[in-house]
């Protein structure tokens, strides 16, 4: 069984930044997908960020350039560096580790608990 912890989250001003942490229990982290979803209040999951097991990255297009998502196989570990961040990213934060599909599309299969993201002055 995976398990998937997340942390790093908080309150932070627009324009600031956060780290978000997940550490991955089994040997098969390096082997899969990593990816970051996000779900603020009344709207739809998304996915934010996906990384591949041989650090290929992918965005959603709202934040590109501000996100980068990379993973260190050697401590079962993947983050999420977050930047000039605004209002709007403020939403929890899942942890996932999943699959690539056709099409590069990424399907996850285990998630974390969440971590909460608020970004306001």
């Known amino acids: 069984q995976v398990q998937l912890v997340e942390s790093g989250g908080g309150l932070v001003q627009p324009g600031g930044s956060l780290r978000l942490s997940c550490a991955a229990s089994?040997?098969?982290?390096?082997?899969?997908?990593m990816g970051w979803y996000r779900q603020a209040p009344g709207k739809q999951r998304e996915l934010v960020a996906r990384?591949?097991?041989?650090?290929?990255?992918n965005y959603v297009d709202s934040v590109k350039g501000r996100f980068t998502i990379s993973r260190d196989n050697a401590k079962n570990t993947v983050y999420l560096q977050m930047n000039s961040l605004k209002p709007e990213d403020t939403a929890v934060y899942y942890c996932?580790?999943?699959?690539?599909?056709?099409?590069?599309?990424?399907?996850?299969?285990?998630w974390g608990q969440g971590t909460q993201v608020t970004v306001s002055s």
């Open positions: 089994g040997s098969i982290f390096t082997i899969y997908p």
């Open positions: 990384i591949t097991s041989n650090r290929n990255p």
């Open positions: 996932t580790l999943g699959q690539m599909g056709s099409g590069s599309y990424y399907y996850p299969s285990y």
